[in-house]
């Protein structure tokens, strides 16, 4: 199956956010939280998203045909009423788009070429209730139809698979359709993949001290599957059973080094990454890092005691700063 068309649109904007991070004259700090499912698993190339945006003003001009180009390459679907994130309609000189990261939609008022007013609207009522000055648009999908991504699709899977005469995704493909649960080959799209890391550019790694653990029990479980599905397209391809739940479209699966980050590479990273951990070091008596406080006995509490114990440790602080401060 292939992943809600909303939650495609989050994770393409979050990509897009680290790359317009990258691109800041003035760099802040900034902290990333990740999991490490997310962080081994591989995504689109940054050159894919580079230069894939369309930007809107008001009081500027708008190409329809221009427009329409983009949202139809970029993933986009046309709709006659607008009310999830990847949505567009068009309506003579009104258009109506749903920009991905955007907690509203937005409606754009043409006069020709020239965008005379761009207002959020409520996706429940459709009714306009807020001016927008501008806003941008990124792709919703991870991957294009376009002709150089077909190529490289067809080329990737020949090379994977063989010649398959009886592979309705190769076919679908071809003919630059779209097949449901395509995204588990999102590899065959592009000529190499980056990571979550590669978005993050000059970074630090901090990892809690199940981070290696986390990350073998993953792999164990994504070979166990990997496993599965070979035996399954080995029983189906040989059709030696009549077995019905061995009927259907056979299932190709990729090897995992190529959705993942595999040992080897994985190991690479962890080399310089820094590892948190609430037990001291042995030998060591006064570590740098202590576990706070977490309240849990306040937390059991009646309401009128609760607010009683954190005004006296609230007191207590106070005094303690005063009397540091002092000192």
Not at 131 to 158: H, M, W
Request: aromatic share 10%; hydrophobic share 35%; charged share 30%.
């Amino acid at each position: 199956m292939s992943p809600y068309a909303e939650i495609v649109a989050i994770r393409v904007a979050g990509l897009t956010t680290l790359l317009k991070w990258n691109k800041d004259s003035k760099r802040y700090p900034r902290i990333l939280l990740t999991t490490v499912n997310a962080v081994t698993q591989r995504v689109m190339p940054k050159s894919a998203l580079q230069d894939a945006s369309f930007i809107a003003t008001k009081g500027g001009t708008l190409e329809i045909e221009k427009l329409q180009a983009f949202l139809s390459g970029n993933g986009y679907t046309r709709t006659e009423t607008v009310r999830e994130a990847g949505e567009y309609a068009m309506r003579g000189g009104i258009i109506d788009l749903f920009p991905p990261g955007h907690e509203e939609p937005v409606r754009i008022d043409l006069f020709g070429d020239d965008i005379e007013s761009i207002r959020s609207f409520d996706p429940l009522t459709q009714r306009t209730h807020k001016d927008v000055s501008s806003f941008s648009l990124q792709p919703v999908t991870e991957f294009f139809l376009n002709e150089d991504s077909i190529a490289c699709f067809r080329k990737g899977y020949r090379e994977e698979f063989g010649t398959i005469n009886d592979a309705p995704l190769y076919e679908s493909v071809s003919e630059g359709r779209r097949y449901n649960g395509m995204e588990h080959w999102l590899p065959l799209f592009y000529e190499e993949m980056d990571t979550l890391l590669d978005y993050a550019g000059n970074y630090e790694l901090i990892l809690d001290h199940h981070g290696r653990r986390a990350h073998d029990e993953r792999f164990d479980q994504i070979d166990d599957f990997y496993q599965s599905r070979k035996t399954l397209m080995a029983s189906q391809t040989q059709k030696k059973s009549k077995d019905v739940s061995l009927s259907g479209t056979v299932y190709r699966p990729l090897p995992a080094h190529q959705l993942y980050i595999r040992n080897a590479e994985w190991d690479q990273i962890l080399s310089s990454a820094e590892f948190l951990s609430p037990f001291a070091a042995a030998g060591d008596e006064n570590p740098a890092v202590k576990k706070a406080r977490d309240f849990a006995d306040i937390r059991a509490m009646p309401d009128g005691d609760v607010i009683g114990e954190l005004k006296t440790h609230i007191h207590y602080l106070w005094h303690s700063d005063r009397e540091a401060e002092e000192s």
